[in-house]
């Protein structure tokens, strides 16, 4: 069991990852990925700076882990992001086969694990993860917000 100290260790490092994605003018989202309290990958959102609409934080985690790895399967990782992730990002993380996703902020527009869909729970996937959010959701919600009111 993973103490919720080091749980907020993690999500902090993620959020200094979502701070340089704000710099580079990239929507403020970062993702780490652990096993066994081992760095495996992380990322942040780049999908203006890398012109690809997958380089969301979640993706670009998963594809460092997967090449530390040398395996797409994360059996037993744990990923920690600032935002909710979209319908893309969760087939990801279930795909590769994250063991917990922990994140931060809700995010009501597009967000599919708790705000507008459920999506970790559909019964038509071979793999569960298990996930809870609200970790620092407050830092990550400030960030977002700046970043936003910043941009109108």
Do not use: K
């Not at 749980?7 to 066994?36: K, T």
């Not at 790895?69 to 992730?85: D, F, H, I, Q, S």
Request: with cysteine; aromatic share 8%.
């Amino acid at each position: 069991m993973v103490s919720t100290t080091e749980h907020q260790y993690w999500m902090q490092r993620a959020l200094e990852l979502a701070d340089r994605a704000a710099e580079l003018g990239e929507v403020p989202v970062g993702a780490v990925l652990v096993r066994d309290g081992e760095l495996l990958g992380e990322g942040f959102n780049q999908v203006i700076s890398s012109a690809d609409p997958s380089a969301h934080a979640e993706i670009v985690a998963l594809r460092a882990a997967a090449r530390h790895v040398g395996n797409y399967r994360l059996p037993g990782a744990l990923l920690y992001v600032t935002l909710e992730p979209c319908t893309m990002c969760a087939g990801a993380i279930v795909h590769a086969r994250v063991a917990h996703l922990v994140f931060a902020a809700t995010e009501p527009r597009a967000g599919v694990i708790c705000s507008q869909a459920s999506q970790l729970e559909q019964s038509w996937y071979n793999h569960r993860v298990t996930w809870q959010g609200g970790v620092l959701a407050e830092q990550s919600s400030e960030r977002l917000r700046a970043f936003f009111r910043a941009r109108r």
